[in-house]
């Protein structure tokens, strides 16, 4: 079996209509969680995946629709399943993902007072591919969203890029699909106003044709319906439809 993802949700953090923008690949031989929301555990029990099923957690950057369910994943792990999830994790992420995120919630004296009492924690390199779990090979690239805050976009099996929250940025899309071997790319699009700290779709129809067939939008907002005839030849991706990666790669 070929890498299939399915998104939990393909929404923005304020979307209603849809879940957070979370993924799950499934490499056949192992399933890697992309972030983990505020709405993630609730998504995964629709889809009918028990969280044990998940052999690794990878977190591109700190914000509720991207964090804000782990502390019930590692509650839930710890507890019911006796289990520390593995957790994958640029190094920089992890004071802000613990001290200012976790902590408040999940800290009790004298058993858990760090991320590693709950996650088996992984920090991994940006740059460097490094498999994550059995046939997903990721390799972080920082990519811009907040000031002074770290993001992480993923090239994933050296064929698929997937972008975090990221404002635009063309040179690195050219760059990914002429000199990496990228064969598509699924990105997040903010579809009204300005992009101060995402891509609009404004932006990414500025792209060449042969770039804008290769994407797939997702962390969109709930009047997602009434930009379909407005986004070119680019497609909107489903929540929690299964795609088989090469459903996604357009035909040579
Ligand atoms: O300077 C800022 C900071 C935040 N925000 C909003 O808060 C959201 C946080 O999650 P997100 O990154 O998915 O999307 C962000 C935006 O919707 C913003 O519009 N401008
Ligand atoms: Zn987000
Ligand atoms: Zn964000």
């Known amino acids: 079996m070929g890498l299939t993802i399915q998104m939990l949700g393909t929404g923005s953090a304020f979307a209603k209509h849809y879940y957070n923008n979370n993924a799950l690949l499934d490499s056949g031989e192992g399933k890697l969680l992309i972030d983990c ?35 019930e994943f590692g509650f839930q792990m710890n507890i019911l399943h006796r289990r520390k999830p593995l957790l994958y994790i640029a190094e920089p992420l992890i004071h802000p993902l613990w001290e200012h995120t976790l902590k408040g919630g999940m800290s009790q004296q004298g058993m858990i007072d760090k991320l590693e009492d709950v996650f088996e924690v992984n920090v991994i390199t940006p740059g460097v591919s490094t498999t994550l779990v059995p046939g997903i090979q990721i390799e972080l690239i920082p990519t ?83 930009f379909r005839d407005k986004a070119g030849i680019m497609s909107f ?8 990666l090469a459903d996604l790669e357009r035909a040579e």
């Open 37 to 71: 929301g505020t709405t993630a555990s609730l998504a995964l029990h629709q889809m009918g995946v028990p969280l044990p099923d998940i052999d690794a957690i990878l977190i591109t950057h700190i914000h509720a629709d991207h964090v804000g369910g782990l502390e």
């Open 237 to 244: 991706l489903e929540q929690q439809r299964v795609y088989p």
């Open 144 to 226: 811009q969203h907040i000031p002074g805050k770290h993001s992480y976009s993923l090239f994933i099996n050296d064929r698929l890029f997937y972008s975090a929250d990221m404002v635009f940025d063309p040179d690195l899309l050219h760059h990914l699909v002429h000199e990496r071997g990228c064969r598509s790319i699924l990105h997040e699009v903010q579809l009204q106003g300005a992009g101060e700290v995402h891509t609009t779709l404004d932006e990414l129809l500025s792209l060449p044709t042969p770039l804008q067939e290769q994407i797939h939008l997702m962390h969109y907002s709930d009047d997602m319906e009434q």
